[in-house]
Structures are given as C-alpha cells and as structure tokens.
C-alpha cells in the first residue's frame, strides 16, 4: 500500500485584489478585480500534492462560519482526506492578497481557526499521523504545534519538511529534527539575521550556516534563480527555474514543496525531485489563485517533454 503525504497546516480562504502596482504605505490604488480562492500553506501543499496523484491527508483547523465548509468542500473536491480536518469556534483564517501587473504579490494573513490548531488536537490525528511517507508543515499554526510534530516524527522515523513562512526565528532544537528546510530569500534572512547578496557563493554560505544551525538537509528557494540544494558534506547543487510568463506568484513556494515532497515520495533523487518540483511551480505561477493555480500530474509530464534540460550544475 502506497504511504501518503501528511500535511499538518494552514487552511485560508484568499481575499485576492489586482491592481496596477502594490499599495505604498499610505496610498490607495483602484483594483483591476476581485476574486476569492481557496488557500493557506498548509491547504495548498495538500492540494498541490494530490494533483500530482499522491496519496494526501490533511490536519488542520476551519472555523464555524461559512467560509469554513466552503474550505473543506474544497479539499474534498481536489481528493484530499479531510478526516482529520476540525471544525473548531470562531472565523476561518483568510489571507488578504495584492497582485501586481508583473505577478507579484503583497500577503496579510489572519490565522483564524488555524491559530487554534493546538498539539492536542494534532495528537488526536497520531493514528494518521504515524501512517504517513511523508509529513509537510509551515509556520501558519503555532509554533509549538510545529515542534510537537517536528518530535513526532523523530520518534516515529517519519520524514519531515518544514516550509519556515511566515519567516520567524527558529530554535537549534527544532532545526535538529526536521529533515528538510525549505527557506526563500527572505525566510533565509530572518533565520540567520543576514542579508544575502545575489552570487552563488553567498547562498553557499547561506546554505552551510543553516546547516550549522543544526538543519540536516537545506532547499534554498530562490524565485527566478531557482534552488539551491545542500546535504550535509555532500557537494551541494543548484537547480534552476524554468522561465515562463508569471502572472501570479500566489503559492509558488508551496506548489514546489509539494513537487519536491512527491518526487522524493517516487523514489527520485533530490535533484531530479527539485528539477520536478521547479516544473510544478513554474506552471502554477502563469495561472491566478493559490490551489486553483496546482497544476496536474499529466501537465507538468506534457511540460517537461517541452523542457529537456540538465537540471542541475554545481555552484561556481
């Protein structure tokens, strides 16, 4: 029987507004449109994971309001085993969202009933939980939610990949028992209280400090530049992205944990698990919304027989 993705997250419904421009402090733009899509972290990463025909669960929280049925009807629909989704007092997290002409995006997020997902309602799901090949988390919970999960799968030997947004510092001992994490630019700055400039051996160095921080093993996500890889002592690798006309940025970072948690799930190398997670993310980005955005399995096969290309090099 084929062991499934475990994803214990957020669950939003996205308030999305287009303008020309993201919003100065201060001012007020006229929006090109309005649209709401499902999302959160957590919700995303489900969903892009069982479009790409893998096996998923879901752990998290939706409140007592509408939006939370519409949330969970929304799981159901993209095949995600909603069993372990709660239904708890109060709203629903939502996201408020601005995209740009260019794709990009400004995100306010407001946790909602995610920010009741508690370890005691995380240890009711344990019989699920211990099930899993895999289990995906973000920082859209609490934290202690997130080191209780991160100690259940050290316990149980489970695999765990830790996506650090929204960006917060992180404790040694949590680093020491996640088995990937999974930073961009930003989250990379906020764990180590740096910046880092635009050159290979700066993400290097990124890279093997996080590593020292106690990571076991780091995806640098680098947006357009595409990621960085490093295990351990391993010569470290980078990957690159595929150029494609974005139109929304919303859920990238997700849709790419997804393909790289369901690549490692086949029995891919890391590499090719990155280069097939970087195909996941480049679709989404030409498309609006977060899970609306997921691409299926069929399509990223159709887009790669379009893009045969070595998909790594080492670092100069």
Not at 214 to 236: E, F, M
Not at 281 to 291: D, E, F, K, L, Y
Request: charged share 20%; hydrophobic share 40%; net charge neutral.
């Amino acid at each position: 029987m084929q062991k499934s993705i475990v994803v214990v997250g957020s669950i939003n419904l996205d308030l999305v507004a287009g303008a020309d421009h993201i919003p100065r402090v201060g001012e007020t733009v006229i929006g090109r449109g309005f649209k709401t899509f499902y999302g959160g972290k957590g919700a995303n990463q489900a969903v892009a994971a069982a479009k790409l025909g893998c096996p998923v669960a879901m752990v998290g929280n939706v409140g007592d309001d509408a939006f939370g049925t519409q949330l969970r009807n929304g799981l159901n629909d993209a095949r995600v085993d909603t069993a372990c989704v709660n239904t708890v007092e109060g709203p629903s997290g939502v996201a408020l969202i601005t995209t740009d002409l260019r794709g990009e995006n400004s995100i306010v997020v407001v946790p909602g009933a995610n920010g009741h997902l508690t370890p005691k309602l995380v240890e009711k799901a344990a019989p699920l939980l211990e099930r899993a090949g895999f289990l995906l988390t973000q920082l859209e919970i609490p934290l202690e939610t997130v080191d209780y999960l991160a100690q259940f799968a050290e316990r149980h030997n489970i695999p765990i990949m830790l996506d650090p947004a929204p960006a917060r510092e992180l404790s040694q001992a949590l680093l020491r028992r996640v088995s990937w994490i999974t930073p961009n630019e930003t989250e990379t700055l906020e764990l180590l209280k740096t910046n880092i400039r635009n050159g290979d051996q700066d993400y290097c160095a990124a890279a093997d400090r996080l590593l020292a921080c106690g990571a076991k093993n780091v995806l640098l996500k680098l947006g357009a530049r595409g990621c960085l890889i490093a295990q351990g002592t391993l010569p470290k690798e980078c990957v690159r992205a595929f150029s494609v006309n974005a139109v929304d940025t919303t859920a990238a970072g997700d849709a790419f944990n997804a393909g790289f948690a369901v690549g490692l799930m086949r029995g891919y190398t890391v590499s090719h698990s990155a280069f097939f997670a970087s195909a996941v993310a480049a679709i989404s980005v030409t498309r609006p919304g977060a899970q609306p955005s997921m691409p299926s399995g069929q399509e990223v096969e159709r887009f790669l027989e379009q893009h045969p290309t070595a998909p790594t090099k080492q670092p100069s």
